[in-house]
């Protein structure tokens, strides 16, 4: 069980790190801000800031723990703010909350992440970290859960706005596709950070019992596929998705 | 919320072609948009001549207006004069850059 979860959790990881940093690379040639902000979140994030906290105890000198725990925290929260933002700027860009919001979030995530590395600093006893850091870990999937319920619902409902634009001839039959594919995401992270969640909640070691476990890598493995199916698609998924569209225009003809 | 400029000048434009106060002109384009899964503040010029062409005219006779194609011609000459810089990029815009 911890093999396969480790598994999925790599590829995971790996599956962020190569998008993400695609998209950095296209942001630069774009000069786009949601490319940067999408990009950084699963490159910062996802890709190096989580696997460096995982690890960060696996080292033998105390300097090189702290330093990959501290550098590892403002990766994530970092990550996890450019996520808020890139919700607030790509589906609610004239609204005068969305960005409010999303800053608040992010200095929400930016307290918690602090309190962590604080407590780091403080003793090297990882179970007592982890005791009194329980609560703002609990906060820090709040807000992430928040997230992701956003990201699930704007997905779904710019989907359901694009298929009717797509019976007119206003959208094309893939970048609809990529607000389902948006919203499936933003539903499987929520549900595997809401479980997570749970059980911190109920207190119990989240590392080691099988329900956060598989919905840790369950969850990985279908978000790491929406990635690659969202920002980077075959070319045989992008001719399915066309002719699958093909074939209903005509058999509704 | 205010609408993009030109959902306004459509707004405007209806209004002044028929019977139709400010307030159901409004509302006639905004049921429109919504059948065809365009927003009031992101929908653009090109997307509402769209608009016009396929779904208005269902609206408008739903509403009583006989000459809905004199009135739909007036809203695209409307249009024609709309100046769209500055205005918010749509997240189509943005997931269609995204996975290409």
Known sequence: MAELSLACLALYTVTSLVVGFRLIARSYHSRGVPELLIGLTYAASSGIGYPLTVTATAWSSRGATLGAMAIGEALIVLGCGCFLLFNAKVFRP??????????LGSLVLAACGGWVVAEFFATDDVALVTERTRLGTILFLAVLVLGQGWTAFEGMRHYRMMRRRLALGLAEPVVTNRFLL????????????GVVNAYLLAGANINLHPVPVFAVSFGGLVTAGCLVLTFM?????VR???RDRTARALATA | MPGSAAFEAACTALEHSTSLDRWAARGTLQLSLMDAGLETGSVSAAQLRVVIGAVLPRQLKSHGIADASAVCAKLETALS??????????????FSRLGG
């Open chain 1, 94 to 103: 004239t609204a005068r909350w969305s960005v409010p919001v999303a800053l």
């Open chain 1, 182 to 193: 948006w919203g499936i995401s933003g539903l499987v992270s929520l549900t595997w950070n």
């Open chain 1, 233 to 237: 698609p075959p070319a045989w998924y």
């Open chain 1, 240 to 242: 399915w998705i066309q």
């Open chain 2, 81 to 94: 004069t709309v100046n769209e810089s500055g205005a918010a990029e749509g997240a189509d815009a943005v």
